[in-house]
């Protein structure tokens, strides 16, 4: 049977997945990801504001995404959110594999109401974040009254480092907490859904060096 270049891109599309389960005293996590899925979500983090800001990443970056947690949320939600985002950066790093054949990079805009966000990623290898712009109430601000806005930069950098991609997100401007942190989100979500894409063009790592 004769298989196009097509036929070959889309079966090993379709091995792009990773899996990751990480406990400690503070949390136990699972997470899963297909890079090349639909943005079938199953989230459960006991921390509902979190869940719908996973949601969202799934959905926007059309990764089938599942994350299960349990952690001491009695205490705080930090340590849940911040452990979420190292074993969700495990696991993208695991999809990832060699990253043959991807576009590498990826940017997006996103507005919500009043805010508006971006997001910039480089699949390098070299992990690395930065975060700014955010107004001086996301340090002290709480969503749903469980989810400190102040998490949103831990949570970033911390799958950032494990995914092992720099990742640049910033908030131009904005003044509801809720909207900047879910215009974040999803900002993340499409510029590494753009990153992660296949390129046609590309054969083999897209680096001058062979390896990413």
């Not at 340590?79 to 043959?100: N, P």
């Amino acid at each position: 049977m004769h298989f196009s270049d097509k036929d070959h891109l889309e079966a090993e599309r379709t091995e792009r997945v990773g899996r990751v389960e990480r406990a400690t005293r503070e949390s136990s996590i699972v997470c899963s990801v297909n890079l090349d899925g639909t943005g079938k979500t199953d989230i459960s983090t006991g921390l509902p504001f979190f869940d719908h800001m996973l949601t969202a990443f799934g959905s926007h970056g059309s990764f089938d995404l599942t994350v299960h947690a349990n952690g001491d949320t009695e205490v705080d939600a930090h340590h849940t959110v911040e452990d979420t985002g190292i074993v969700m950066g495990q696991a993208f790093a695991q999809a990832l594999g060699d990253k043959s054949g991807i576009r590498r990079f990826g940017d997006c805009y996103i507005p919500m109401d009043e805010t508006l966000a971006h997001a910039v990623v480089d699949v390098s290898g070299r992990p690395y974040f930065v975060g700014t712009g955010e107004p001086e109430q996301m340090l002290t601000a709480v969503i749903g009254g469980h989810y400190a806005t102040v998490i949103n930069e831990h949570f970033f950098e911390s799958f950032a480092l494990n995914a092992r991609i720099a990742l640049h997100v910033r908030c131009l401007y904005g003044r509801d907490p809720h909207h900047i942190t879910e215009a974040e989100y999803k900002a993340v979500a499409r510029a590494l859904r753009a990153a992660v894409e296949d390129d046609p063009r590309v054969h083999g790592v897209p680096s001058t060096k062979g390896t990413l």
